[in-house]
């Protein structure tokens, strides 16, 4: 395998991120022994969470040290692999689509644990030119480790340009979720994966933007509820004086704070609109938010607090309304979100006052987009809709394309006439 294959792993990796690890930028990396072999495909996931190259290390340590307990601690992690990695990275190479920062972070040094990891390696696609985080390729050249600068650096540099946007002001963007025949309208189109990755995106965002007819119309939350996963509804079936059987728990397919439940012997219920007779328990769960209480089951008829589980609390962003009039039905759920802040213009140029921001509309938005939103997220559900399509005069450059619970999402820069 050549090299530009490795990175294109690493930077498909990394669009998988791309805008959760605001305000960092989206990173990936791969690394391989020395006969070629993959050991790791890793990518930053979130801010302050272990960058891609400390990652992937923490992934391929795991897999040659399988009775190992790593810290959860990014930094403290980096600490034991480098006191216990007994040489098995030795002659090692590295894939990293931004070169490694050299400064002491929320973590230490990504160019030193590579140098004292023993890679002989590094490939990189594009040059970290910010004061900070620069010169970990000096850094590990200095000390012997062989850099090449370059491979296939138009699509790392393409992966890196809304972190450069957003540091120097201003990145906004617009989601679309449509059929495969363009429909864009018409209620849920996506399924709960997508609709779950867009709360997370939601819950880093600063501001998002939407149109005034839009929100008159749908009346939406606009919040970042799925962001920590979800529970279905499901049945706890007794099965003697002390066991019963509890249905599975839906969560995403990211990082998640929602543990699931043992089939055999729950210890954690939520408890939300019971009822209960002598044979049988029925609990309708509910989203799980902040400080959510879970419940002990003991038989058929009896609860007490098992205990209170964290979750990270949720982010919900600020929304800026784009409409000539002003005056808005408060009771639209949009306008009840805790520490939101809610503002209604007609100047859209307002959102380049946040330094990151996602439209979230249909044919009116798009037909009415501002020439700075450049890029454009659009969700592609597997099915065709009998309504009106998507119509509009756009010409769209490919620049990543995933896969989210069968379905499929790109992400796309507008080229310009």
Known sequence: MNDEFYMNLAINEAWKYQILTYPNPAVGCVIVDKFGKI????????????????????????????????????????EYILANHDGFLNGAKAFVTLEPCSHHGKTPPCANLLNKLGFSEVIIGSYDNTD?????????????????????????DELLAPFLAWQSGNFSFLKLGMSLNGVVSGGVITGLGARVLVHKIRSVLPLLA?????????????????????????DAVKTDENECKIGELVC?????????????????????????????????SSFCQ????????????????????????????????????????????????????????????????Y???????????????????????IFFAPNFLNLANLSANLKLKLLNLCEIDGEFYGWFKIVKK
Do not use: W
């Open 39 to 78: 050991l790791a495909i890793k990518a930053h996931q979130k801010a302050g969470l272990a960058h891609a190259e400390l990652s992937a290390v923490i992934s391929a340590f795991e897999a040659k040290f399988k009775d190992t307990s790593l810290p959860k601690n990014p930094s403290k992690a980096y």
């Open 132 to 156: 900070a985080a620069s010169g970990g390729g000096k850094l590990l050249q200095k000390n012997g480790v062989k850099v090449k600068f370059g491979i296939l650096k138009e699509r790392c």
């Open 210 to 234: 939407i149109g005034g007819n839009t929100v008159r119309i749908d009346r939406p939350t606009l919040d970042s509820r799925l962001a920590n996963g979800i529970y279905k509804t499901y």
């Open 252 to 284: 995403s397919d990211y990082e998640t704070n929602i543990r699931a439940f043992d089939e055999k012997y729950p210890s954690k219920v939520n408890k939300k609109n019971y009822k209960t007779d002598s044979n049988s328990q029925k609990i309708d």
């Open 290 to 353: 902040t400080n959510d209480t879970f419940y002990k089951t003991h038989n058929a008829n009896t609860f007490e607090v098992a205990d209170t589980y964290k979750t990270h609390s949720t982010h919900n962003p600020d929304v800026f309304i784009y409409s000539r009039q002003k005056e808005f039905d408060k009771t639209i759920p949009l306008f009840s979100i805790a520490k939101r802040k809610v503002i209604i213009g007609d100047d859209i140029k307002f959102v380049r006052s």
């Open 355 to 377: 330094p990151l921001c996602m439209f979230e509309g249909g044919q009116n938005l798009l037909a009415n987009l501002p020439e700075f939103v450049e890029y454009v997220l």
